[in-house]
Structure formats: C-alpha cells, structure tokens
C-alpha cells in the first residue's frame, strides 16, 4: 500500500535545497562559515535542554498526579550554565544567581497544584518571583527520572551494590505507538535517520531499532497532483518499503512531523497504532542481588556509608543474611507488597510509617528507612554526569553546576 506525491512541497525533487551551498574556509586554523570567524559554538536555548531531558526520561513515564517538565521559564532564552539540585526552592534560584546559571534543573517540581494567585507571601510564589525576576528557568524531571532507564532507582541500586536489577514496579502497559510508513527505495535511510533524530526506534538500551520489508506500492494521482513518480490519472506500482519501528508517546508528534518532512510523497501511507507491549526496563524501585548474602547490620553500615548518612532507621534482626534487596528512592513504602511478592530479603527506601514497618516485621521483610532526602540526594551527582555527556556529545556549549549546599530539614539528634 503507498500513495504518491509530488516532488515536495517546494516544488523541488526530493526537499527543499538551500539558496546557497555552505561553504567552509580554513584560514591559519581558524574555522570560517561564509567567511564569518566561528569564534563561538551555538549557543543552547533552554528549550534544547527541555528536548534533551526529555529524550533521556520521556515525561509520559511520569505518574499521572505528577507535574514534570519545565516549571517557568522562556524556551528561547540562552543558557550557558545549569545548576542541578533536589529541591526546586528559593535557596535553588538564589544558588542560581550566584552561579551565574540560567536554567535550575530539579528532581522535586517547583509547582505541584494549580496556583490560585501569585503572590511572594509563600515559598513557591516566592521562588517564582525570584525566578522570573532573575530570569532563571526552572526544569523538574521527578516519577519520569525515577522510573526511567538509568534513572533515579538504577542510580541508588548501583550506589548499593545490587547486580542484576529489574525494576520493582509491574510493567506498566502502554504509553507506545508503532509508525509504520511505506517509503520509495532508496529514501529508506533519509526517513529512519529524521525519525531516529526525534526519538523513535529505542527499545531499551538499544536504539535505531527498526524493520523493513520490501513491497509493492499502488497508486493513482487525482485531478491536480503532482506525483513524484509516474503521473496523474495512470495506475502506478512501485517499489516501496514498509518501515516499522517503535515511538514513545511523548515524542509522537515530533516523530511524524520529522517523518512527513523526510519523506518525498505529497500524501504519506503511515499508521499509528496504539501499543499494549510494557517495557521491561522502566518503572518505579528496582530489586537485584548482592554479590555476596551478608548480614542486614553490614549491609545497613554499607547503606549508610554509600548515601552520605549521619544515620538510618532498621526493621529486622540485625544478625539475618541479605541477599535480595529492593530500593525505592524517596517516599517508597507502597512498594513493600511488592517487594514481599518478589522475595527480596530487605527493602530500602524512605518516609516508612510506624504501620509499615510493622507489617514488614511480621512478614519477615527487613527494611532500611536511609530518608527521602537520603536516598534520592544522589541524583545531583548522577543526573550531572549523564548530562555534561549528552551536552558534549550534542556539542552545546553548557556547563553543569552541582548544588551541594541543600540540607536534609530532618536532622539526628543523640
Ligand atoms: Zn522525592
């Protein structure tokens, strides 16, 4: 099945070519574009930031209650430097002026419920204010990082040891479409890298997946087309590929909007087709094994030591072997049924109510209580190496601050 078109939009074969070729000079080693010094790589836009984000911890991964992606903030605006940190709070802005960032890069968002005014009186209209004042823009990846692949929960399981990790969550059907299009021989390549490019094609830690099989395409151009192959009112076979490959739903739009500009027909086949597949990489908690079963003291003295902990609350009988264990960052005591029905020897995680722990004893499930802020403050660290990659790797020009001044409000007191 295809249908055919003109030869694009612009009239042109194929896309539109540029009113020039670029030209590049090398002059005494200095680069030069239309003979203008390129002193200075592009600079980034906060929007770049949003896309690259994105693209590392897809927002449709994030829960349904949760509010993700940029809090406030112009897209267009530049940014040189970011600052990452765990708490989007007026000491975040203020860390941000100091630093010179534009762009404050946060786990939990700034705002969490529809503002009923906007006033400096309380603490988010007061960073608000500062922000926009200041012209910083405020980013807050928080359930999308923390269910991602190498996200939030692969970063603390790691931090603890733990090989061999499967997210903890049931696989969460949905939030996938399959595009299939049907593409002339010999454009194949030029459709797949435009979609690839808008975050299709990535299953797992793979990606440009896709498939083709090669066809028969038929068509007939109506009254006052331009067909790019054979002409209007014959019936027309040719060669055509049928492309699949996979596309979250947060990206679907620019997927097909890249599609439909790489592919040289007037009227593109394509189909969307919802997917119930669930993907085995993502979702929140991960449960894995320890090299070698020791006991729930030592591996509570490993916990403390990896976070950073003045100390830790323990379920459990100090002396029991551990072997498989669950981690949650942050407030992960739902997922104790979960980490009972997988058979893990103990869980870690934060914010567990008198009632939890409770039944853990009485199931025989240790758990570690190392805090919220405890078991998610790794993610600065962590979040701002995989970002100076991907920027590196991207070529933008930004540099990434890490926030260490944020406190956990809880402090021990002996
Ligand atoms: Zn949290």
Known sequence: MGMCGDRGRN????????????????????????????????????????????????PALAEDWDNVGLQVGDPAAAVERILVCLDAEELAVAEAERVGAQLVISHHPLLHRPLQHLTPVDAVGR??????????????????????????????????????CQPLEKPQPGGFYKLVVFVPRGHETEVLDAVFAAGAGQVGRYDRCSFRSLGTGSFRGGKGTDPFIGQPGKN???????????????????????????????????????????????????????????????????????????????????????????????????????????????????????????RARAENLALIDAGHFGTEQLMVAELSLRLRQALAERQLPVEVIEMTAQQDPFVVVC
């Open 11 to 58: 009239g042109q074969r194929g896309k539109a070519a540029s009113t020039e070729p670029t030209r590049v000079y090398r002059e005494t080693g200095a680069l030069f574009l239309f003979g203008a010094p390129m002193t200075k790589p592009k600079p980034a836009r906060v929007a770049d930031l949003v896309g690259l984000l994105n693209h590392l911890y897809p």
């Open 127 to 164: 960073t608000l204010f500062r922000a926009i004042r200041a012209d910083i823009a405020v980013f807050s990846a928080h359930t999308n990082l923390d269910r991602a692949a190498d996200g939030l929960n692969d970063w603390l399981a790691a931090r603890l040891g733990l090989d061999a």
């Open 236 to 358: 027309e076979e040719t060669e055509e590929f049928r492309l699949e490959t996979i596309v979250p739903a947060a990206q679907l739009n620019k997927v097909v909007a890249r599609m439909l500009k790489a592919h040289p027909y007037e009227e593109v086949a394509y189909d969307l087709l919802p997917l119930a597949n669930s993907r085995s990489d993502v979702g929140l908690g991960r449960i894995g094994r320890l090299a070698a079963a020791i006991d729930l003291q030592q591996f509570a003295a490993r916990v403390r030591e990896q976070l950073h902990l003045e100390a830790l609350r323990l379920v459990g009988d100090p002396g029991r072997r551990i072997s498989k264990v669950a981690v949650c960052g942050g407030s992960g005591a739902s997922m104790l049924g979960e980490a009972l029905r997988q058979g893990a020897d103990c869980l870690v995680t934060g914010d567990i109510r008198y009632h939890e722990a409770q």
